[in-house]
């Protein structure tokens, strides 16, 4: 490897460190003292990322170095840098200077484990944050000028992942609201929870932060984990494939479909084809069967930022997409909050013509599905 080379992917990782929220701060440095103290001076990883770097902005190759040693560590496999991960210190947030500190560590581990850490970092990207849950629930219930849900409510989710950002979470919608009949959702590659190594690599993705962990207790509950994945199956599919066959049956009630961190990794066309299979379905939505989309997705911003931003759509039958954009204040991707001061709404004409108001969707098609746990965050 040339020197152009290992600075530039020096240079990726510094970029991708100062892309971080605060809260991962210390991730941050861990991936700075990589690319100065190993790759900037001829070390392994400058190769290993080789194939990972200069591939846009999804591709996160610092995110799957950064998940690849916490998997190690979970499986007890990088002695000596347990403490910089909530999952195995005891649930303490990174103490300032554990980068530094630990950096010996961190090192050998590079240099004994390169070709472990190479296939590791093949493992597509399931960041699966349960705190991007909280978004979902204040989309779904909170109490202003947004339409009415009307029940029973079908929840599907795309790029669900293990399903606990919405698909899994009792909580998604509050109290009093109408109840959610069926949820189902798809993933490319959906974390399987039942297997000890997905609940690995769900932990591994988790960034190094205690946000989230406490929801991640659910992973000790193999009873409710099995459960879930008969109430709330997650098949393995593509979004661009899937959504369409879902809205085309029927439901009587409204329709939910959410994404959280999907559409950054789906390619224009096929993305194209999703928002076509929403609009289809919202050109025959009506006040009894209405659609909501609640999308939430990160992307560039000059000068090597990322913005997020939370689109809610409804679909209420008038011919009209009624469109919110709101951006994401504070917190990292993990624990997002709304701006609401940010809130824009446009009104968009659905691409295909309203059917006359008085089409309703087929009866009938509700989920035989009932809960029959107790229920679980
Ligand atoms: C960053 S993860 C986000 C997971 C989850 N939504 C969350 O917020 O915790 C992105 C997920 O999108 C999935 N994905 C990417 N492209 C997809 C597609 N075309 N169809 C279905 N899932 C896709 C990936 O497999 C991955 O699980």
Redesign the pocket.
């Known amino acids: 490897m040339n020197t152009e080379a290992r600075e530039n992917a020096a240079r990726e990782l510094h970029e991708q460190a100062d892309r971080m929220p605060s809260s991962l701060f210390e991730t941050g440095e861990l991936l700075r003292l990589i690319a100065d103290r190993h790759i900037a001076v001829g070390g392994v990883m400058g190769e290993i990322l080789q194939p990972h770097l200069g591939a846009g902005f999804a591709v996160l190759p610092g995110r799957r170095l950064e998940s690849a040693l916490h998997y190690l560590a979970l499986g007890g496999e990088a002695p000596g840098t347990e403490d910089f991960y909530p999952c195995l210190n005891g649930g303490r947030d990174t103490e300032p200077g554990a980068a530094e500190r630990l950096w010996p560590k961190f090192e050998r581990l590079l240099n004994q484990k390169s070709e472990e850490i190479s296939k590791l970092l093949e493992q597509?990207?399931?960041?699966?944050?349960p705190g991007?849950s909280d978004i979902f629930s204040w989309a779904l219930s909170r109490g202003d000028d947004a339409p009415a849900l009307v029940g029973p409510v079908r929840l599907l989710e795309?790029?669900?992942?293990a399903g606990?950002?919405a698909l899994w979470r009792s909580d998604i919608l509050n109290e009093g609201g109408p109840r959610i009949e069926q949820r189902r959702g798809?993933?490319?590659?959906p974390i399987d929870l039942s297997q000890p190594d997905g609940r690995r690599w769900l932990k591994a993705w988790q960034a190094g932060t205690v946000a989230g962990l406490e929801k991640l207790s659910i992973l000790d509950d193999t009873d409710w984990l099995e459960h879930m994945a008969e109430q709330a199956p997650i098949d393995q599919e593509?979004?661009?494939t899937w959504l369409g066959k879902r809205l085309a049956e029927p439901w009587e009630g409204t329709t939910v479909v959410c994404?959280?961190?999907?559409q950054m990794?789906?390619n224009s066309e096929?993305w194209a084809d999703i928002e076509n299979a929403l609009n289809e379905r919202g050109a025959m939505a009506t006040d009894r069967n209405p659609i909501r989309l609640i999308g939430l997705n990160s992307f560039p911003e000059p000068g090597g930022k990322a913005r997020t931003q939370l689109r809610i759509s409804d679909w209420v039958g008038d011919g009209v997409e009624r469109r919110e954009v709101f951006d994401i204040a504070s917190g990292s991707d993990a624990n997002p909050r709304v701006d609401p001061a940010t809130r824009v709404v446009t009104e968009v004409p659905t691409a295909i013509p309203a059917r006359p108001a008085a089409h309703t969707m087929p009866v009938g098609g509700q989920s035989q599905l009932r809960r029959t746990k107790p229920r679980r965050p």
């Open positions: 597509p990207i399931q960041t699966n944050s991007r795309i790029g669900a992942s606990l950002a798809c993933d490319l590659n593509d979004a661009r994404h959280s961190f999907v990794y789906v096929a």
